[in-house]
């Protein structure tokens, strides 16, 4: 049975009151967050979540989910419900961490005042232990490394190593500084990704070069972090056992202590700094150019077979790859050409993460929804065992549509303009 099938089991006026109720109520407690309306749905639909609501954990399950309603000038009002919302239960964040450092690295040079550095040839040195250099980028147009070619890559198909350049370049202590003056207080970003970063190595960034054909046009020496960023959280030691580097099993639960934190409600509130900067003080907005937001927009959005330079061919790659809420990345997914999905997911040690704005342009239709589900169900961490395609990514999927079809019967006094997200993606 669809999910457009099974929500016609569920009245617009039953929803209506719902969303009366808790709107209601949110008033009434200086609006705080409605828990009530997510478990709802999800409880209204145990065809779809029943696996999920009567696992042990519930998989660890994190929803927010964020109503957008325009008033006549088109500025938006925001309503958020959430389910098992929880900063101090842990979950691994993945590559979620790679949008946060995309804006910071644009911010930097925007800092800088050198606007070329975006575009410009960026060759990585190394200087320490471990480091790796990079001196050419087969996937750019010009076959060289940049900035603009590295966040294309991570917001397309989430790139490691694009991420670990731009983490390079920023600096550990930038990123963490630059993520408290935004108030995103239950976050950290301490190591790359998917080279076992940790220790000094994950102190130490490598010195970057930017270049304009043979003119150097700015230099970024080693770095080294000095600070620590404690954080202490339920659920950082999990499971019976891990496999280790040498892929040895060591039957001991395994300490997420020393890697990256980003909560749900922290990765929804970037996005909603990114995509409506307007509706926050002018000193808590990015420090970006119209044109980075555009970039940002436009790349987030497209699907990595819209792509040429970086190119990404069928079959290891397909439209919904990236796309976790309401289309599960599933390859033989059947592409909605009115949705847009503006979104960072994230994927490991057994999580499923996606941080995403969807819009229908024909009907009218956007709103954010941030979600986070995890099966590890032998226990073991690193062993590449995990329940994604049978657990995680049908949840993502249910869950996005379900959303989606009733947000589609929810009624708005005035209809959004969202020319703004509109953009013409071509090879």
């Known amino acids: 049975m669809t999910c457009k099938n099974t929500l016609q089991r569920i009245t617009s006026a039953k929803f209506l009151l719902l969303c009366l109720l808790s709107l209601a109520g949110g008033i009434a407690s200086a609006q705080q967050t409605d828990t009530v309306f997510l478990k709802k749905i999800l409880t209204d639909h145990p065809e779809l979540f029943s696996g999920i609501l009567n696992h042990p954990t519930q998989n660890e399950v994190q929803i927010l989910y964020t109503q957008i309603d325009r008033d006549k000038n088109n ?83 989430s790139d490691n190593d694009a991420y670990n350049r ?37 102190r130490n960034t490598n010195p970057v070069n930017f270049y304009d054909g043979k003119k150097l046009l700015y230099s970024k020496p080693l770095m080294r972090d000095t600070l620590n960023y404690p954080m202490t959280l339920e659920n950082m030691v999990q499971g019976k056992g891990y496999l280790n580097r040498k892929d040895s099993l060591i039957m001991q639960p395994f300490s997420f202590a020393n890697l990256n934190v980003y909560t749900i409600a922290n990765q929804q509130m970037v996005l909603r700094r990114l995509l409506f900067p307007e509706t926050f003080p002018a000193a808590q907005r990015f420090n970006l150019t119209p044109d980075d937001y555009k970039f940002i927009y436009k790349y987030m959005s497209m699907l990595p077979t819209e792509s040429s330079k970086p190119g990404y061919p069928t079959p290891e790659f397909y439209p919904a790859y990236c796309k976790f809420l309401y289309y599960g990345s599933d390859s033989l997914a059947t592409i909605n050409p009115d949705v847009r999905i503006f979104n960072k997911i994230g994927d490991s040690y057994g999580y499923d993460i ?8 024909k009907n009218k239709v956007e709103f954010m929804l941030s979600a986070v589900v995890q099966s590890n169900e032998d226990g073991i961490l690193n062993d590449n065992k995990y329940e994604y395609k049978t657990v995680c990514l049908p949840f993502m999927k249910n869950l996005g549509q379900v959303i989606m079809q009733y947000e589609l019967s929810r009624p708005k006094k005035h209809l959004p303009d969202l020319s703004k997200f509109k953009f013409v993606y071509t090879k």
């Open 354 to 361: 996606d941080n995403a704005y969807i819009v229908d342009f």
């Open 75 to 157: 500025v938006p009002h925001f309503t958020t419900y959430s389910y098992r919302l929880n900063a101090n239960r842990y979950f691994y964040p993945a590559s979620t961490v790679k949008l946060p450092t995309s804006i910071f690295a644009l911010e930097k040079i925007n800092e800088l005042g050198l606007k070329k550095l975006k575009s410009a040839d960026m060759i990585t040195d190394s200087a320490f232990f471990g480091q790796s250099k990079v001196l050419t980028d087969t996937s750019s147009i010009t076959g060289l490394p940049s900035i603009t070619n590295y966040i294309k890559k991570i917001l397309l198909v």
């Open 166 to 202: 731009l983490y390079e370049f920023i600096g550990r202590e930038e990123i963490n500084k630059k993520l408290k003056k935004y108030e995103l207080n239950n976050t950290r970003i301490i190591g790359r990704l998917a080279v076992g970063d940790g220790g000094e190595s994950a």
